[in-house]
């Protein structure tokens, strides 16, 4: 299943935990980008747009640790760039696995099938590979041929393994709902361990800015895409709460979580948001303390929130959420339905 029984109950406990000592801002899962380079350059992302001498450098393990230590979230999200260029990923792996956090390592899989010898098998450990949709929307989406394919193979060949692995994937305007619905099935038939979706976002740095989606578009699109998982005609495993695909489709109101899913890279702790460029703090506790978090989310008035719906920032109000009474047997038996 997507998110295991005991990946719940601890974040569960971490959650009530932090609500139990006062705190109001506490992260969730910690976006460690130990890298810039990729080995794509996708239309929705910009990490390459990066000078050279940046795209050449790259965190340490140590410096890994120390971020996670800092934030202190039970899920590390490890995207990039690649991270699978870095040269020490398994060692930043191996230590993160060894601290007891969730890692989800986020990659094309250009190079997972090479790389699999490189790790063990873990329920702390989930590969999450980014598939934009069917093999002509993701070709098409990471502007080369093939590479569809390849993702395909390393999955087939991580399960053969024993890995857990997940799919990434980013909805865009003009997307057939039945291309989406039809890859969800297919990612399914793989007998993967759950999907995560999200709405695409004005990223500042992406090449393509075309074909983002605004908020009423959203709702629009995943009622339309969900409406089989909604009815019960469609048992689609998401690696995600139910209560945040209920928010995607508009029957949830939530508001912006934006220090759920801090990000730490080569740059120190970007503020606030890793989809806004707004610059760094060299600490943690900087970073919550010294951001005017009343500036961020959609009833901000901030021009730059006002269309996002993204996982970063509202699966987070999703999972506080799904600690309440009335919402802790939904977001079980979604748990359990997964097994």
Same mark, same amino acid.
């Given at each position: 299943? !997507? @998110? ?28 460690? *980008? ?9 239309? &929705? ?21 120390? !971020?996670? *230590?800092?934030?202190? #979230? ?17 060692? $930043?792996?191996?230590?993160? @696995? ?30 999450? $590979? ?27 060949? #991580? ?80 690696? !995600? ?8 489709? &508009? *029957? ?24 806004? &460029? ?40 999703? !999972? ?20």
């Amino acid at each position: 299943m !997507a @998110v295991t029984l005991h990946q719940a109950a601890v974040v569960g406990k971490y959650v009530v935990t932090q609500k139990l000592k006062g705190r109001k801002k506490f992260p969730i899962t910690l976006m460690l *980008e130990p890298l810039f380079r990729c080995n794509l350059a996708c239309s &929705g992302c910009g990490k390459i747009q990066h000078p050279v001498e940046i795209l050449r450098k790259h965190l340490s393990p140590e410096d890994c640790f120390k !971020a996670a *230590e800092e934030c202190g #979230a039970p899920i590390v999200a490890i995207p990039g760039g690649e991270p699978l260029l870095h040269p020490q990923i398994d060692e $930043i792996v191996r230590g993160l @696995v060894a601290r007891k956090k969730f890692v989800y390592l986020c990659t094309n899989a250009i190079r997972l099938e090479q790389s699999l010898d490189k790790f063990t098998p873990s329920p702390y450990l989930t590969f999450s $590979i980014h598939l934009d949709g069917l093999e002509e929307e993701h070709d098409h989406a990471v502007d080369r041929k093939g590479i569809f394919d390849i993702a395909v193979k390393a999955i087939k060949a #991580a399960k053969a393994r024993g890995f857990r692995i997940t799919t990434n994937t980013t909805v865009f305007e003009g997307t057939p709902p039945e291309r989406v619905q039809e890859f969800f099935d297919f990612v399914t038939a793989l007998g993967t361990d759950g999907m995560m979706i999200s709405p695409g976002y004005r990223y500042v740095k992406a090449p393509d800015q075309d074909h983002f989606l605004a908020r009423e578009q959203t709702k629009a699109l995943f009622r339309e895409i969900l409406a089989p998982w909604k009815n019960g005609t469609k048992r689609w495993n998401f690696n !995600a709460s139910p209560l945040f695909l209920d928010f995607l489709m &508009g *029957e949830k109101d939530y508001e912006c979580t934006p220090w759920g899913m801090p990000s730490y890279s080569l740059f120190g702790w970007q503020k606030p948001c890793y989809l806004l &460029g707004e610059g760094y703090y060299p600490t943690y506790g900087e970073l919550i303390e010294k951001t005017d978090w009343s500036n961020y989310g959609h009833k901000s008035g901030n021009p730059s929130c006002a269309d996002c719906m993204v996982h970063c920032g509202y699966e987070p109000t999703a !999972a506080e959420d799904a600690m309440r009474p009335q919402n802790m047997l939904r977001s079980l038996s979604s748990v359990f339905s997964r097994s």
